[in-house]
């Protein structure tokens, strides 16, 4: 939990100051408590705190364009399903904003969309770690209540779930509007093609059916463009979704393309470690089992062992201190182990091996999960930057040389502008590699801090 | 450039190997001629012999003569087959294989009733041979490999000797892996001069190889699979602007030789003339065989004299008359935009290409006055500038320049001719009478007398 109060901390603070300032219209919301009661669950319900709310969401996205951070903040203050879920928990929308980040800002946290490699700049990281904290004070004052604070956790783990899916989201909208923009740039040349055509046509030059042939061509790209239009919209649409947005408020546009691709991905060697510390669900495991040991009045923790040591079946029931050391791990996830040797229940041994094993099976996959996301961001990032060095550059020289070509009445303009077309199909792929590292990306940020497993992986 | 000068700077080996042949034509030599080998695609004019027969050396253009020297009563020369870079016109370099440092290779010059002995070095990558096109002579020396004797495999050298029985017009080429080789550009001219120096005499004789290539534009080396859509057409392997011009004498006797090569037939059409063919590959043409011309066809794999005499002071032009064959590297498949309107088609292309020209819309003729950027190692298509303006030619042409005073010797370009006054056309600037037009497509029949106007 330390880790995750460290990483409150880190919020961009500069950046917050200056959208501080533009936010002077919302002093009001400055002072209002980061503890959550009940009694501020119920304020929420005020119509002049629900102007307030929509007051802010509109501030943030109306005739905006936004990026990925803002959409998130969006969906988390909005999305009515997960509101109601913070709710629940005696939590409001509002709590949740000013605990985490501090006053609203309206142009957002990293304008430009996406960060790369610094997980602790996202909104999910300081909104989960939040809720973890809230959870954390809570104990001191409701320490018996371990399902309260289970369900807490399964609220932090809804906000990273919703905030993966709305990242997620986001970048597949953006993604389908700089697709459909280079669809238009093949339309474009596709329709130079066919207006030359035309004209030959006219002089008597080009015969009906090479006529045609560039008419057809242009024709089924102009089908080809408004089905990118199309999937761009409802990507968008599916983004408004998220947000919990309606009305006047769904004027806001994405980005026409997504951020260039970074030269090289932090190394994050550390990510398992990251993911140790930082997943919910882990954290949630441990509760369990504190809730399982409360059950049964076990005595105090004896020893902890490592997730590793567990899964290798280090006898997790011993009594004594002694140890075996198992297998040797960079990284370890500490799995309390009590003393069990007053337990004369099975079965209540048996509930006690079960969650401790699940939970040394839930950190085993975190790790392997962090690993593939780190495998798949360096892969995709490999995979974006041939794109955009090898082959982009390859694409240029063509058309350079194609005009050269061109200029010593060696091809003719219909050859130019269909070496221009595959350029830009080129650029499309170029463009869906780059999309890609920015998802593996995010799914980078959500095994990190979970909500990946019930989104996002489906596809 | 003339005899003289040649003479006097010497051509690198070939000069050294000359003079040694000249000082010591009684000497017996043991080890073969040095290899002779120029870097130069000027025409270098080779020097009158100084010894034995009188002859009036050819003229090869935008090439050379073989130096030789005499072992006892026989000639030998020294041909190295070998890869060669032919600068084919300036900006533009020809990766090929050929005799001695170019191609075309060098012309053997003999005489009628010499016996030659020519050394054949194979620096090539694979076997080659020499055919020896239109002489008489054993069946073992005829130069196809398999058929007259094995193929010269790669490094070494044959010995190829016979007599010269008879004065003419020859070629020489190989005939092993023919294709390619000649693909390639190996071939060279075999000029076998009369021993009666008064038999069919010339004050200026020329000689070229008609030789076709498809070097893809931006390459530099031939595609040698290709049969009929080959894109440079030379003279020498060289094409316009950069062939050199035929400087003659007024009053000159001139005989053109043309052989070729090439995988069709080039009618080569001559300016300012009529002429006659006076001699083929299968020797002199008889007087009473021939008969007047101003194109002379040039069938495949034949060759072709033509003689005149040079009265008409000018620059005429001499060409092949197929119109492509004066063309540089071009598109075929180029669609004519003669008369469409691409005001808005270059708008919306330059939005993809910003570099975009419109071209083609009043013709072609654009492309020899506009100079914009073409691929590399790529002569436009139209190009070469005179004194009147853009040429807009390519490939095989070049001008025959007739001028007063020019000494015997002397083939070096003259310049631009200045028409006379009154002796070129001129723009009309009066009124413009109704001109006589015809929409019918019908024969229609002349009355007799003619029909006056007005
Ligand atoms: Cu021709």
């Keep these: 939990m330390g880790a995750l109060l460290l990483l409150t901390a880190c919020a961009d603070t500069a950046t917050m100051s200056k959208a501080r300032d533009e936010r002077a219209g919302f002093a009001t919301v400055a002072g209002i408590s980061r503890q959550a009661t009940g009694a501020e669950a119920a304020w929420l319900q005020t119509p002049a705190e629900r102007q307030a709310h929509a007051q802010r969401v509109r501030a943030i996205v109306q005739g905006k364009t936004i990026g990925a951070e803002q959409a998130v903040q969006v969906a988390l203050l909005n999305n009515p399903g997960l509101q109601a879920s913070y709710a629940d928990l005696g939590m409001s929308a509002a709590d949740l904003w000013e605990t985490a980040l501090g006053p609203v800002p309206s142009v957002g946290i990293s304008v430009s969309g996406l960060v790369s490699g610094d997980v602790s700049r996202s909104v999910e990281g300081t909104v989960a770690s939040s809720i973890l904290d809230m959870v954390t004070k809570k104990s001191r004052t409701r320490a018996a209540d371990l399902e309260f604070r289970q369900a807490q956790l399964a609220a932090a783990g809804e906000t990273l779930a919703l905030a993966h899916e709305t990242r997620r989201t986001w970048i597949e909208a953006v993604g389908a509007f700089e697709a459909a923009g280079l669809v238009g740039r093949a339309q474009g040349a596709a329709d130079a093609a066919s207006e030359l055509a035309a004209q030959l046509g006219e002089t008597g030059a080009l015969s009906r059916a090479d006529q045609a042939r560039e008419h057809v061509f242009t024709a089924e790209l102009a089908a080809e463009q408004a089905e990118a239009r199309l999937e761009a919209q409802l990507a968008k649409e599916k983004l408004v979704r998220l947000l919990g947005l309606w009305g006047t408020d769904t004027d806001f546009y994405v980005p026409d393309s997504l951020p260039a691709l970074p030269g090289n991905v932090p190394n994050r060697a550390n990510i398992e470690r990251l993911a140790l510390e930082n997943r919910v669900d882990l954290a949630a495991g441990r509760l369990e089992m504190e809730a399982v040991a409360a059950r049964y009045r076990l005595n105090g923790q004896t020893r902890m062992l490592s997730d590793a040591e567990v899964g290798a079946g280090v006898e997790i029931e011993r009594e004594d201190g002694e140890t075996e050391r198992s297998p040797v791990v960079d990284v370890a996830f500490s799995i309390p182990v009590y003393d069990t040797s007053g337990l004369i229940s099975r079965r209540g041994k048996l509930e006690y091996q079960r969650s401790a094993n699940s939970l040394a099976q839930s950190a085993i996959n975190a790790r392997s999960e962090a690993r593939s996301a780190y495998t798949a961001v360096t892969g995709k990032h490999q995979i974006a930057l041939h794109w955009r060095d090898q082959v982009l550059p390859l694409r240029r020289e063509i058309d350079e040389q194609a005009l050269l070509s061109y200029n010593g009445m060696l091809t003719s303009t219909f050859e130019l502008l269909n070496d221009a077309r595959e350029g830009l199909e080129s650029q499309l792929s170029a463009a869906e590699a780059k999309r890609d590292y920015w998802l593996a990306e995010a799914d980078a940020t959500a095994a990190i801090w979970g909500g990946a497993s019930d989104n996002g992986e489906d596809e | ?454």
Excluded at chain 2, 265 to 290: I, K, L, Q, S
Excluded at chain 2, 378 to 383: H, L, S, W
Aim: one cysteine or more.
């Design chain 2, 1 to 454: 450039m003339n005899r003289r000068q040649v003479m006097g700077a010497g051509i690198g080996a070939g000069a050294a190997a000359l003079t040694v042949n000249m000082g010591q034509a009684e000497t017996r030599f043991r080890d073969l001629p040095e290899a002779a080998s120029t870097d130069s695609p000027y025409t270098q004019v080779p020097p009158r012999p100084t010894t034995g027969i009188e002859y009036n050396p050819v003229v090869t253009l935008n090439g050379w003569s073989l130096p030789y020297r005499m072992n006892g009563n026989v000639k030998e020369f020294h041909l190295v087959a070998e890869p060669v870079e032919r600068i084919m016109a300036d900006g533009m370099i020809a990766r090929l294989w050929g005799y001695n440092g170019q191609s075309t290779g060098p012309t053997i010059e003999a005489i009628e009733g010499e016996r030659v002995r020519i050394y054949v070095t194979n620096r090539l990558p694979e076997h080659t041979s020499v055919h020896w096109h239109g002489l008489i002579l054993p069946s073992g020396m005829d130069g196809v490999s398999g058929l007259s004797h094995p193929g010269i495999p790669s490094g070494k050298t044959f010995v190829y000797e016979f007599d010269l029985v008879k004065s003419g017009t020859f070629m020489y080429h190989p005939h092993a892996d023919e294709m390619v080789q000649m693909a390639m550009g190996m071939m060279g001219l075999f000029i076998v001069h009369p021993r009666d120096p008064a038999f069919m005499p010339v004050d200026r004789d020329f000689a070229f190889l008609l030789a076709a290539y498809d070097i893809d534009p931006g390459t530099y080396i031939p595609r040698v699979a290709e049969m009929t859509n080959f894109n440079l057409w030379t003279f020498n392997s060289r094409i316009f602007p950069d062939i050199d011009p035929l400087v003659v004498n007024q009053g000159d006797r001139v005989r053109v030789r043309v052989g070729n090569l090439t995988m069709t037939n080039h009618p080569v059409h001559m300016h300012g003339y009529d002429f006659e063919v006076t001699c083929t590959d299968g020797g002199w043409v008889r007087p009473e065989a021939r008969w007047p011309e101003v194109s002379i066809d040039i069938p495949v794999g034949a060759m072709r004299a033509y003689e005149f005499d040079a009265d008409h002071l000018g620059d005429w032009a001499i060409h092949c008359h197929k119109s492509h064959h004066t063309m540089n590297a071009m598109g075929h498949e180029l669609p004519t935009i003669i008369g469409a309107d691409k005001s808005r088609v270059t708008d919306m292309v330059r939005r993809h290409q910003p570099g975009y020209m419109s071209m083609g819309t009043a013709g072609m003729a654009d492309m020899g006055e506009m100079s914009m950027e073409i691929p590399e190692n790529t002569i436009p298509m139209m190009t070469g500038w005179g004194p009147h303006g853009p040429l807009e030619m390519g490939g095989m042409f070049s001008v025959v320049k007739v001028r007063e005073g020019i000494a015997p010797d002397d083939y070096s370009d003259p310049g631009w001719y200045e028409n006379p006054p009154g002796t070129q056309a001129w723009e009309w600037t009066g009124e413009l009478p109704e001109h006589a037009s015809n929409d019918s497509p019908e024969t229609i029949l002349t009355p007799r007398g003619g029909k006056r106007l007005g």
